[in-house]
C-alpha cells in the first residue's frame, strides 16, 4: 500500500471516486511478472479491473456522465493497452485505489442502475460480461448437458444461474463445501475435482479455471459434435485437445459484442445474473485481498470497499 498522486481526467475521461472494487486474476498475475516479456511493468503499479463508484470530476468533451453519477464497469490498467479491445478500449489508471480515472467513452462502463448496491456492482463486471459471453458463443439448449470445471468462482456461480435459466442440465465441479451453494444457483449435480470423475458424453463443456493447454480431459467428456469453450490462457490449439469432432472456442469480448455493462446491470437488476461474494475487505486489507485470491479456495468474489 502507498499514497500517490490523485489521477486527473484528461479529454474524454472521468475520474470516479471509488466505493468498491473486487479482485481478478490479472490483478494479482501482472505485478507478479508472469507477462514481463509482453508486459514490462514499472512500478508503483496501482491494479484493479472491476469497481463501483462516484463521477467525481470530468474532462473536456465528457456528455454521457455527470459530476455525481453513480457508475460502475471494467477498465483495465493502461500498461495492458495493447491486449484490450479495437474499437472503444476501456483504461483505468487501476481500480484498486481510492480515485481512478476512466475512458468514458466506452460499453464497459455504465450507470449503476436502482437497485443494484455498490457492492455487487463492483463484484459484477468481469464476470458479467464473460458469462453472457459463453451463453452468445455456446448456444445452450434446453435440456442439454453441460459440464462447468471451475464452477465456484465469480464467473462459474454467474453462469450456472444462465444456464439454469435457459434450462440446461447441469454438473459443476466443487467442492463439499460449495455443493449447497452451486445447487442453490441451478446445477442438478456437483462432482469433485478430480478428471476423473468428469461424466462422460456432455453436449458442451465451460473451463473456467484449467490452463487452456490441459483441457484433454474435459475434452474427452464431451459427445461427437459437442462444444468446449474456455476463458483462460494460454489461448487454445485444436491439436492439444486431440479431438477433431468437438468444437473449440476461446471466449473473450473485450469490445462488448455480445452486450456491455448496461445490459449486465439489467440482468442483476431483475435477479438472473446473481454476483456471489465470497469475502469482504477494506482497501487497508487489499494486500491481504490479493494473497487470499491466491492462496485460498473462494466461492465467488473478493471486493474490496474503500
Known sequence: MA???VPQPGPGQIQVRIAAASINP??????????????????????????AGTVSDIGDGVTAYQVGDEIFGQAVPRVLRTMVGTTRPSLSTGSLAEYAVFEADT?????RPPGLDVEQAAALPTIGL????LMATA???????????????GVGTA?????????????????????????????????????TQYPAGVDVAFNLVLPSDRLTAVA???????????ITYPVPQQEWISRDDVGLHFVLDLDGTFGGMREVGELAVHGELPATIGRRYTLDDG??????????HTTGKLVVTM
Open 107 to 111: 460499453p464497459l462502463l455504465t450507470h
Open 139 to 153: 448456444q445452450v439448449q434446453p435440456g442439454e448437458t453441460v459440464l462447468v470445471v471451475g464452477a465456484t468462482g
Open 287 to 296: 494486500v491481504q485481498a490479493c494473497v487470499d485470491f491466491v492462496r485460498l
Open 26 to 51: 490479472a490483478d494479482v498475475r501482472l505485478p507478479s511478472g508472469d507477462f514481463r516479456e509482453v508486459v514490462p511493468l514499472k512500478f508503483p503499479h496501482v491494479p484493479g479491473n472491476d469497481f
Open 159 to 195: 453462469v450456472i444461474s444462465l444456464l439454469a435459466a435457459a434450462k440446461a442440465r447441469v454438473t459443476a465441479t466443487a467442492t463439499a463445501a460449495d455443493a449447497d451453494v452451486l445447487r442453490a444457483l441451478g446445477a442438478g449435480e456437483t462432482i469433485g475435482y478430480a478428471e
Open 220 to 230: 474427452n467428456a464431451i459427445r461427437p459434435g459437442g462444444r468446449l469453450l474456455t
Open 3 to 5: 499514497d500517490v498522486p
Open 130 to 133: 464473460t458469462a453472457r459471453a
